[in-house]
């Protein structure tokens, strides 16, 4: 368990760094403070367990632990601005290129040899993932979380507002529109999309297509990459059934990976 501390010793440095309060809220119990809570919660993601498993080990071993009903509390209740502001504090500095691209998990996890065998349907329902992703240091800086899948132009603007000194944006044939490229164009960003078929080219479009440079593009495929390596280390499903248990797993995900490259 000295890995457990070592890591609650980087979020309790972590959230003093964005300068949190030491307890969740001011008038609840001071038992366990904030960073007991997220501290666990990381644990439960790079452990693939659920909360009662992670309350048993953590006694087994020794170890202070919320129960698990107050950390399915505490998961609803910390606001999507702190796992944010941790994930961007785990990323760093930006190299300023960067790429955008969008998954999905699974909202249950069953056995597929098992459906199988009963005739039954693979699930299709998921929660929709989007992120930017740099392409140099090949952490996250920023995800948007939805319950229902929703097409990947309803959240770009959201991304691109909330990360600094973007030079490059990569992205694929999904994203080509003409507005992506106009907003880019007015940030002073080299976009780095190919262009669709049987689409009308606006000015921003042909402007940013003369810069085009193959090269950059196909550092793309690192977004995909990141995707492949959050789900096959840490799952590609989510245990909660609420949005806000959603979004913490799933950026907290986020929040393993970069902490895995900061070593």
């Given at each position: 368990?000295k890995?457990?501390?070592n890591?609650?010793?980087?979020i309790?440095?972590?959230l003093k760094?964005?300068k949190?309060?030491e307890?969740?809220?001011?008038f609840?119990?001071k038992t366990?403070k904030?960073e007991?809570?997220v501290s666990?919660l990381l644990?439960m993601?790079?452990?693939?367990l659920?909360l009662?498993r992670?309350?048993?080990?953590?006694?087994i071993f020794g170890?202070?632990c919320?129960t698990?009903?107050?950390?399915?509390?505490s998961?609803k209740?910390?606001?999507?601005?702190l796992?944010q502001?941790l994930l961007?504090l785990t990323?760093?500095?930006?190299?300023g290129?960067?790429?955008i691209?969008g998954?999905?998990f699974s909202k249950?996890?069953p056995?597929?040899?098992?459906?199988?065998?009963?005739?039954?349907k693979?699930?299709?329902?998921?929660?929709?993932?989007?992120a930017?992703?740099?392409?140099?240091?090949?952490k996250?800086l920023?995800?948007?979380?939805?319950t229902?899948p929703?097409?990947d132009?309803?959240?770009?603007?959201?991304?691109l507002?909330?990360v600094?000194?973007i030079?490059?944006?990569?992205a694929?044939k999904?994203?080509?529109s003409?507005?992506?490229?106009?907003?880019?164009?007015?940030k002073?960003i080299?976009?780095?999309?190919?262009?669709r078929?049987n689409v009308?080219?606006?000015?921003?479009?042909?402007?940013?297509?003369k810069?085009?440079?193959?090269k950059?593009?196909?550092l793309?495929g690192n977004v995909e990459?990141?995707?492949s390596?959050?789900?096959r280390?840490y799952?590609g499903f989510?245990?909660?059934?609420r949005?806000?248990?959603m979004?913490a797993?799933?950026?907290?995900k986020?929040i393993?990976h970069?902490l895995?490259l900061?070593?």
């Amino acid at each position: 368990m000295k890995e457990v501390r070592n890591l609650q010793i980087k979020i309790k440095r972590l959230l003093k760094k964005i300068k949190y309060p030491e307890f969740l809220h001011r008038f609840g119990p001071k038992t366990y403070k904030l960073e007991d809570h997220v501290s666990r919660l990381l644990v439960m993601q790079i452990c693939q367990l659920s909360l009662r498993r992670i309350e048993k080990i953590s006694n087994i071993f020794g170890q202070k632990c919320p129960t698990y009903s107050a950390l399915c509390k505490s998961r609803k209740k910390i606001p999507i601005k702190l796992w944010q502001k941790l994930l961007k504090l785990t990323a760093g500095l930006s190299s300023g290129k960067v790429a955008i691209d969008g998954t999905g998990f699974s909202k249950s996890n069953p056995s597929f040899h098992y459906l199988k065998r009963i005739d039954s349907k693979n699930p299709k329902n998921y929660t929709k993932l989007s992120a930017l992703l740099d392409l140099e240091t090949k952490k996250f800086l920023v995800m948007r979380i939805r319950t229902t899948p929703r097409h990947d132009m309803q959240d770009v603007k959201y991304l691109l507002k909330r990360v600094r000194g973007i030079k490059s944006f990569s992205a694929d044939k999904g994203y080509d529109s003409e507005e992506v490229h106009e907003i880019c164009y007015w940030k002073g960003i080299q976009t780095y999309i190919p262009s669709r078929k049987n689409v009308k080219h606006g000015w921003a479009r042909k402007k940013q297509i003369k810069n085009w440079d193959q090269k950059e593009y196909n550092l793309r495929g690192n977004v995909e990459s990141g995707f492949s390596a959050i789900k096959r280390k840490y799952g590609g499903f989510v245990r909660a059934k609420r949005i806000e248990g959603m979004r913490a797993e799933i950026i907290l995900k986020g929040i393993a990976h970069n902490l895995e490259l900061i070593n």
